[in-house]
């Protein structure tokens, strides 16, 4: 292996002096926040789940995914979630406290894996090693899993495959939320797609996209806000287009990619939410469409995902393909800007951006998250975690940019 | 294989009673278009590959891959492109007339296959068999083709591997249409997305989606009809978005699926026509970006194709798939229509249905295209073809719906 691992990576950045600042999303308003070194987080998130009788491997795994969305600026998917994804549903038993999925049937380059109502952030990544060392050896190979639960951010499971030098394939259908084309109510998944793909040099290029035109937590973040959403990302009750994201969010339901109707494509998107669950749910004999349930709903989720990996070297030989990798990505940056964007962007791109900022001057924390925690760790008896974590904190509003 | 074959299922529809028709796009305005039956053009066109000396086999192929478009309601992709796309590339030799793909790399599970700048449509049909016949083996496989050059609508191909039970996966590159997120001018291609999906009975699920907003088909059509375009599927030269589908058409570009910037996910359109070029182009060695040309350009196409089959038998018995299948069906089927909405379509419905119609009521061909066979039939001396199909067309006025 050519690459940089990632936790070589990560620890360079600390170390290498930055020109610039780069976060996709800055926190606001920045009084409400902390900012938290990133492996405090992973400590006490890890600490959480070990808090649960999870084996510590596990609760590491489970704690990288969730700190790896924040580092990533994905904060609707971190550790935010702690409460209402993880710790009631651990607690109420809706899910189990292990990251162990079952073989049920296997073969050189494939695999059915049942979940078991584990931690769909551990089942997730041990699923994609799987692929990934079957891929190793013929190539190519998929694994689909059942009664999983959310797994996080897709492009972290896809990510590992890149980083190991195969392209990386994760699919996971997710609760209800999405009007299918031409219909109104909340009856498909955001139904994530993402790939990833191997790179000489950092960053990987990662594609990790939900099959709506925004993810719920956009529409979450306008109401805490009280500002209005564009037109376009979500419907009312009767199907009508609005801005005010309560509607959206208490009674409507958000609008595939491509939008209302099929005159912008919004029929692509419904496609592409329809074709994850196919190969999640359907393949997998899983979960699917109306029987995906959030960990919130106090029903067992039932999430079904799919990975797949393919091995460049087969093809070609690495040093092949990232050169013509290198070259894709200087076409890219050199085409002509538009006058109105701030930038060019390769996927993956502002997420490794904000990590590296995020690794140097802490990951924003919301103070009611702050104060979730907390509560939670009194509970746990992790006190003394929580205590350490809070030390470490900056308030954000401190922190130069 | 417990599914109706296409073909006998084309027979089927010719005897069975209709209660309705429907076509996704009727010819307009009716008096410029004569309706052919669909033999009788699949006759004249193998016929025209064979006069390039093709052989019989592949001709046929070819022939049925332009049909199979105009059955579906993609006229865009049929044999109004007949002259463009091959008679002229193939008598200036800008593309050679055979379907002979190369294999330079093989194993049990992939192939690496090289087009020799041969005709796409035969190319896409051998190198998917191909992966159907690994994927048989082994339970998934991938084959990636360079050298190749425009291979149809990829849902012909993507479609071969649903109807022997297998999940088809289709993509390939093309000529820069779109401007890439943020960026302006034509820069990569409307890289299309195909997956099929069996069934028990028919219609297959067929996924079959350019990544941009709209294909360039769409536009052209609005050109002739002096039609205005809605705003959002392509810019003019500065970037900004026009109604003129002139301005797209000469001097702008199409918007990725999702549309401009990223308010409403144009990113996630630009990230899929980018997969699209690294998994067929960057991955076989041939050509991606702005190194792919329309056969139009009088330059060597230099297309790039990724094909992959899932045999669905190896993780649950086709019985059990299927009958999942029908239930997603059903559901989706169920849904509450929105207001506004014709129908609620499952991915590839339309087509078939326009498919049973024309099977019915003949394929609609513009007349100036019926002009362009004449004239392509006497350089060609095929021209007793010509009179054949010629007497078999109707005035579409005349015909009946």
Redesign the interface.
Known sequence: MRMLKFSSLMNLCKVLPMTSYYERKKPYPPEEYYRIPPNELRKFVTEFFKAFKMPESDAAIAADVLVTADLFGIESHGVQRLKRYYFTPLSKGVIKPHGNPVIV?E????A?MDGKNGVGLVIGVKAMKLAIKKAKE?????V?VRNSSHYGIAGYHAKIAAEKGF?GVSLSNSQPLV???????R?IGTNPIS?A?PTKNPPP?I?D?ATS??PIGRIEVSLRLRRSI?L??GIDK??KLTQDPAKVFYEGALLP?????E???G??????A??V???SG????GG???YVSSPVSGRQPNVSHFF?A?D?D???THN??YE??EK?RK??KS???????????I?GEKAWLTMQTRLRIGIPVHKSVIEEFKEMSLVLGIEHLYEELIKSAKPAEEVQM
Not at 107 to 110: A, D, K, M
Not at 267 to 272: A, D
Request: a neutral charge.
């Open positions: 049937k073969g050189s380059t494939y059915l013929k190539g190519i190979s998929f689909v392209i009007a299918y084309t031409n219909t109104i109510g009856n790939v793909i290029i594609i996209m035109v925004v564009p376009g990302w009767e199907g990619l491509g939008g209302l109707g005159e912008l494509g029929h692509k998107g419904g496609c592409l329809l074709l669950d196919i190969l359907i393949l997998s004999g699917w469409g109306p797949a393919i460049v087969i093809i070609e092949e393909f013509r990798i894709l076409y890219i085409l002509r800007k538009h006058p109105q964007a701030d930038n060019i962007w996927p």
